[in-house]
Every structure is written in structure tokens, then in C-alpha cells.
């Protein structure tokens, strides 16, 4: 095809200021922030900051912030496929081999192995947390949003308001 319209644009109407000033979208925006590595030998861990904000009328809270673990990730996922009907994605590895004692070098404490697994970690939530069937159920708004996860929670679907 060649000639004028060949590349003729899709007319596009101007965007009014209401456009631009109106609320967005729904949206839900989640990070995996702020390792911080706790304790000394066996009882060594690290933990991440996980930063949701959202306008969905799902959730009650539009803000929040937590610490969660890789094993307490482990428990939304162990959960989510227990209770609901979603394909859930895997998890970051758990890394065994930086896990094997007399190592020259910090292990699974190491600052690349926690970036790499801090991402892992957000690709993780955000892909599980973006699914509509997902966002229903009690075991996401536990993780997301309290400070501490009740693991003799009841399971089930939230309900809007």
C-alpha cells in the first residue's frame, strides 16, 4: 500500500481538562523494597518491605506497608493454590546451594542474591496480585496489608463493601 493514506494517523480527540485532572484508572501498585538482613547464625534472615497503593474498591485500604519473608511468600502461594482457581506463578528459587555451610562468601545474605531475589519476589506479587480472581481472596489482603500474617486465618473471599 502506498500513497497519502498509507500512513494516515487515527484521529485522536484533544484531551479535555477533565480528562487530564479526573482520577486514574483503576490501578495497583506494588513493591518489593528495602531488604534487611536480621540476626546472626542460624536465626539470620531477610526480609522486604512490600508497598502496595491502590484506588481498587476491593481493597478497604488504599495504602499500605509491610515486612514479609521469602517464607511467609511461600505461604501466599501454598494458599492461593489451595483456595483459589488461578494458575499461580513460581517463586524465585530457594537457592539450596547458597545455603551449604562452609562457603568463602555470605550465602543467600550475599547483596546480588537478595536484589536478584527482591525482583523475583515483585514479579511474583504483582503478577498474582493483577489477577481479578486472586484480588478476592482474604489470604492476598492478609499479605498485603497486616502487619502480621494470622496463619489460622479462615479462608475465604472478601466481599466489597
Not at 108 to 124: A, N
Request: proline content about 7%.
Amino acid at each position: 500500500m502506498s500513497g497519502a493514506g498509507a500512513t494516515a494517523r487515527i484521529s485522536s480527540k484533544p484531551q479535555t481538562l477533565e480528562d487530564a485532572y479526573s482520577p486514574p484508572a483503576n490501578f495497583l501498585e506494588i513493591d518489593v523494597t528495602n531488604a534487611e538482613t536480621h540476626g546472626i547464625g542460624k536465626k539470620r534472615y531477610t526480609d522486604y518491605e512490600v508497598r502496595m497503593r491502590t484506588n481498587l474498591p476491593i481493597f478497604r485500604v488504599k495504602e499500605s506497608s509491610v515486612r514479609r519473608r521469602y517464607s511467609e511468600f511461600e505461604w501466599l502461594r501454598v494458599e492461593l493454590e489451595r483456595d483459589s482457581k488461578i494458575v499461580v506463578p513460581p517463586l524465585p528459587g530457594k537457592a539450596l546451594s547458597k545455603q551449604l555451610p562452609f562457603r568463602n562468601d555470605d550465602g543467600i545474605f550475599e547483596d546480588d542474591f537478595v536484589e536478584e531475589r527482591r525482583k523475583g519476589l515483585e514479579q511474583f506479587i504483582n503478577k498474582v496480585a493483577g489477577h481479578p480472581l486472586a484480588q478476592n481472596e482474604k489470604c492476598l489482603h492478609i499479605f498485603l496489608q497486616e502487619p502480621i500474617i494470622d496463619r489460622n486465618y479462615v479462608p475465604g473471599k472478601i466481599r466489597q463493601v
